[in-house]
């Protein structure tokens, strides 16, 4: 690819920007552009129908510069959908390699364009501005409340989202507004007109973006960005813009591939438990003679009952925790089905009775909340990992 010029389109959302859209475009078009010699550089600018002649503005601009481009909505429809009717339009029409997502009213310092760029050479997919890194700042003039949503919502996007992938603490701003993002691969890849997969047509979509584009492996850079005060018209931040956001956090967590097996696994694992219980009990009435031997019926009826237990919580991961790996094959699932066996023995009954058993010596006889750290502390995390890396293993990507 060295030494084809690549495209980036620089896509602004308006909405009721006239007093900002004029001098925003004039000085990329005529300070940050031109010294720019090895992209092509395009102007996208999505108005949602702005009232204030937003457009007219536009219009005049792209007269007197070249490659200004207008995409009017019907209406205000959020700058989430904006943005995805931008991408469209600059993937179809404008040939995007690139895509900057832009403020239309100078608070992202037109010179952080030439930076991400180069980054982009370097050969990053996503380069984001960060008000949190050296370097970075949000304005002096911020009241209590922005600064304190910023600073807090960021923390708990970043919280929520991230646990407990290796990105936990990568992201410094989830919520920053600038991005450049590469379109193969990434952009390309979501779903630019199905407005139903957007958990937020607002300012909440910013944190679905990078939360999937992160999880389509995009090598991942910030760098700083001194977020300038706005000089002209309104912000258009809304008081449940925080909420929303959060709100969007939760819903990202929840329907996550991880979050979902986690659950799933638990429900398993739990009506397991209660499987083993039952089982032995029912066993243990089946099998009661006036003549048997109590401490011998006890372990058979346990024994049985975790053998059920065990089988159950094999079909039901297969079939339901983790359907996508699931395990078809017959001479497989027996081989699979012993290993099975074989963990659940180790993790559920040998490796808790020794730290049960040590603990105990330790620190006297607390037998149930021994057995509570055990289950919860080893059983639990070491299933979770033997099922995910042994028995249900991804089937690695072609
Ligand atoms: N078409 C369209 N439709 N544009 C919109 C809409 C909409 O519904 N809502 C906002 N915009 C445009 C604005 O006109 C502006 O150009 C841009 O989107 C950003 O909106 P601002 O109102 O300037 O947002 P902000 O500066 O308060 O918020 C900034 O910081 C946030 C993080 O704190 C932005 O950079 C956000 O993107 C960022 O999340
Ligand atoms: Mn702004």
């Not at 010029?5 to 925003?24: C, D, F, L, M, S």
């Not at 090598?219 to 960005?225: G, N, V």
């Not at 956001?245 to 638990?266: H, N, P, S």
């Not at 037998?367 to 249900?392: D, E, H, K, S």
Request: hydrophobic content about 45%; proline content about 4%.
């Amino acid at each position: 690819m060295k030494n084809t010029i690549q495209t980036a389109v620089v896509v602004i959302p308006t909405y009721n920007e006239a007093k900002n859209i004029g001098r925003t475009i004039e000085y990329l078009a005529t300070k940050t552009f031109p010294p720019i010699k090895n992209w092509q550089l395009k102007i996208l600018v999505v108005d949602g129908n702005s009232p204030d002649g937003t457009s007219q503005v536009v219009k005049v601009a792209a007269k007197k510069y070249k490659d200004v481009y207008l995409l009017t909505e019907t209406s205000k429809d959020g700058i989430g959908a904006a943005y995805f009717k931008g991408f469209k339009y600059a993937i179809d029409k404008l040939g995007a390699d690139f895509i900057f997502e832009f403020d239309s009213d100078l608070q992202h310092p037109p010179e952080t364009i030439p930076v991400m760029l180069s980054e982009a050479e370097k050969g990053y997919d996503y380069i984001i501005g960060s008000r949190k890194i050296k370097g970075g700042s949000n304005p002096k003039g911020w009241g209590f409340k922005r600064v304190f949503f910023s600073e807090v919502g960021g923390f708990t996007a970043r919280f929520i989202m991230f646990f407990p992938f290796k990105n936990f603490w990568r992201v410094t701003d989830p919520t920053t507004g600038l991005k450049l993002t590469r379109v193969k691969g990434f952009v390309d890849q979501f779903p630019l007109t199905d407005f139903k997969h957007l958990y937020s047509r607002s300012f909440g979509y910013k944190l679905q973006l990078l939360f999937e584009t992160l999880k389509l492996g995009a090598k991942y850079k910030e760098i700083p960005l001194i977020f300038q005060i706005r000089t002209q018209g309104e912000s258009k931040i809304e008081p449940q813009t925080a909420k929303e956001i959060l709100l969007v956090a939760l819903k990202l967590r929840w329907y996550d591939e991880f979050t979902q097996k986690f659950l799933k696994f638990g429900i398993v694992g739990g009506v397991g438990f209660v499987i083993n219980i039952v089982g032995a009990k029912i066993f243990k009435n089946l099998l009661i003679t006036p003549t048997s031997n109590l401490s011998i019926l006890n372990g058979v009826a346990n024994a049985i009952g975790s053998e059920i237990a065990i089988l159950s919580n094999f079909v039901f991961n297969n079939i339901w925790t983790f359907s996508k790996e699931k395990i078809t094959n017959l001479s497989q699932l027996i081989s699979k089905f012993f290993a099975f066996n074989l963990s659940s023995i180790i993790t559920g009954i040998v490796i808790p009775s020794v730290v049960i058993g040590i603990l105990t010596s330790i620190f006297g006889d607390h037998l149930f909340i021994f057995q509570v750290i055990a289950i919860f502390g080893l059983t639990v995390p070491l299933n979770w990992i033997v099922y995910n890396r042994l028995i249900w293993k991804k089937k690695s990507n072609p």
